[in-house]
């Protein structure tokens, strides 16, 4: 899942002298974003090799969509329950513990002989990627002086992009020219590097207050909090009812090759990239506005896509249209929780990580069930739908205050 936490890094003090970071600091910041890059890459992995998983494994194409449908899921509890069972323990020895895990789930999915094997791995995948969202989140102003902490946070959170600009894309082209075993084989030999990476470059993170499970409700009582949950929702079924798909899609209703489906995916994700930026320049001046503006253009451009699927000129253009969309999708919903519950961050963290797996599970089912029943085309016109529906319940119920972010970039 991308995610931007530019709106939870605590502002510095202006009164206290400004420290700067040492090389070391931001090398451990590095070793953080080399997580987040490994787990983004293996979390949609299955996006660009979804038709040959399926011919190899002997399901179709929407019950190959679990592979992202289930750690999804798993990923919802493993937000809540992680920082929960984590109690005080060093958050270093945490994430690296949840980065062996991701090892170890590549490891079983590029060796196994079943779909059911197959999705056990990819069950322990979804306790990394929820647990590592809510306690990796949060540790850039942990890891450099308080001046510091916003920087921190967006090269960790960069590290979401350049997966998604190019892990996403890269693997699905190895899987082209050697198979999609040998692209999850790949992924292990990120996660170890990641694992040395943080154990040589992260110093001890000791936490002196434990998040309690009494603290999740809370974020119940506020009502902008829950029209941002169900504003999350929306977006997030939207997004990856339509995106799980947009592989074979491609291939076969615009008779697309593989190369050139890696191509279009490694254009949508630098789309992408430049739409993060865009949506930290959109949310500082209005929340509500990035929130309508951005669930209007996704599901638009997904929405029409069937109509242009054979125009390799159109398709292209709309690829663009929905990554742009899509890199501004993160920090407008994530902005508008944080701006909700600004006292509960790290609580108000977990259960935004918590909706946004669910949700992006529930959208991977949708699309599934919409494509072996209506076609793949469906899949972009459902997904469509339920982005716009966001944008409309943003538009009637939703209202917000100035903010001030910074972008990823």
């Not at 969309?325 to 790290?346: K, L, R």
């Amino acid at each position: 899942m991308q995610a931007n936490n530019n709106a939870a890094a605590p502002l510095p003090d202006p009164s206290s002298p400004v420290e700067t970071p040492t090389g070391a600091a931001w090398l451990a910041v590095l070793s953080v974003a080399l997580g987040a890059f490994a787990l983004v890459t293996t979390e949609f992995l299955p996006v660009g090799l979804l038709p040959s998983i399926a011919a190899e494994l002997r399901v179709t194409e929407g019950v190959a969509g679990m592979m992202v449908t289930i750690p999804g899921l798993v990923a919802t509890l493993a937000a809540l329950l992680v920082p929960l069972a984590a109690g005080k323990s060093d958050r270093r020895y945490v994430i690296v513990g949840l980065m062996v895990l991701l090892a170890v789930s590549n490891g079983i999915v590029a060796l196994s002989s079943s779909f059911a094997l197959t999705l056990f791995g990819r069950a322990l995948l979804g306790i990394g990627v929820g647990g590592f969202w809510a306690i990796g989140g949060g540790l850039g102003p942990r890891l450099v002086p308080a001046a510091s902490g916003a920087r921190a946070t967006s090269l960790i959170f960069a590290g979401i992009s350049l997966g998604t600009v190019a892990g996403v894309p890269a693997g699905a082209l190895i899987g082209e020219l050697v198979g999609w075993r040998v692209a999850f084989g790949a992924g292990v030999v990120l996660a170890v590097l990641g694992v040395v990476a943080m154990l040589a470059l992260m110093p001890a993170l000791p936490t002196a207050v434990a998040m309690k499970a009494r603290d999740l409700p809370q974020l119940l009582k506020i009502k902008k909090a829950r029209l941002g949950m169900l504003a999350t929702a929306l977006i997030f079924i939207g997004q990856f009812a339509t995106y799980t798909y947009i592989t074979p899609f491609l291939a076969q209703v615009g008779g697309m090759s593989a190369k050139t489906i890696s191509a279009l995916l490694l254009t949508y994700g630098a789309a992408g990239f430049i739409g993060n930026i865009i949506g930290g320049w959109a949310v500082a001046r209005s929340v509500r506005g990035a929130l309508i503006a951005t669930g209007l253009v996704l599901g638009l451009s997904a929405l029409v896509m069937p109509l242009f699927g054979t125009s390799m000129v159109a398709v292209s253009a709309l690829i663009v249209i929905w990554g742009l969309a899509f890199g501004s999708m993160p920090i407008s919903v994530q902005t508008w929780m944080f701006q909700a519950a600004p006292h509960a961050m790290e609580s108000g963290g977990a259960v935004f990580v918590a909706t946004a797996q669910i949700s992006l599970a529930s959208g991977a089912l949708v699309g599934g069930v919409a494509v072996d029943h209506l076609g793949v085309s469906s899949a972009m016109v459902v997904g469509g739908l339920f982005a716009i529906a966001m944008a409309l319940l943003i538009w009637r119920h939703g209202h917000d205050r100035a903010t001030h972010l910074h972008a990823v970039g």
